[in-house]
């Protein structure tokens, strides 16, 4: 399945059958287990977890190995775990790549990038001023007379007013 980063960005993913299958609910010890499920579009199946689980190795195997490794690195129970994909390149050395929400019952999204986070508040600002602006260009006025002017709700009758008063005084 590949889907680009901006669709998984906007996609939630669950399975709830997994729970009843294993009569067990979301905690510490089993949302790791649930987010490297086989259909989970978040999970690379070639993530040291899945060569780890496949092969029956113990979890320490994986620190001498090197690849993408999925962590289990926060927890509020039981509404919420956060999982980390990194890349292992040593022992000692991870690089993160990208962080997953399970939020409780056991719905799945994946945590928005700086990069991502920061352009859609911009679009949104830049959109927002352009309605600023559309909106105040149809407000501001010209009058002859008295030159420049944002209209109010009153504002033309007042000039009206202002004209004829104007015309009766210069007749």
């Known amino acids: 399945m590949d889907l680009s980063k901006e669709s998984l960005l906007n996609l939630n993913w669950s399975d709830l059958s997994w729970f009843q299958h294993f009569n067990t609910a979301l905690s510490e010890e089993t949302a790791l287990g649930y987010f490297c499920q086989v259909g989970n579009p978040f999970y690379d199946r070639s993530s040291l977890n899945e060569q780890i689980y496949m092969k029956n190795l113990p979890a320490e195997a994986m620190l001498s190995a090197t690849g993408i490794e999925y962590a289990l ?3 509020q129970d039981p509404i919420l775990y956060i999982i980390r994909k990194h890349y292992r390149e040593g022992p000692n050395e991870l690089r993160p790549l990208q962080e ?5 019952p056991g719905h799945i999204y994946q945590a928005p990038d700086a990069a991502s986070v920061i352009s859609h508040r911009l679009l949104t600002a830049v959109h ?3 309605k600023a602006f559309d909106e105040a260009s149809q407000k501001a006025a010209y009058h002859p007379s008295s030159g420049y002017y944002w209209k109010t709700n009153g504002s033309s009758d007042e000039l ?3 004209d004829s008063s104007k015309e009766k005084i210069l007749t």
């Open 100 to 104: 997953y929400y399970i939020i409780a």
């Open 160 to 162: 009206a007013k202002k």
């Open 128 to 130: 927002h001023f352009g």
């Open 73 to 75: 690195i926060h927890r």
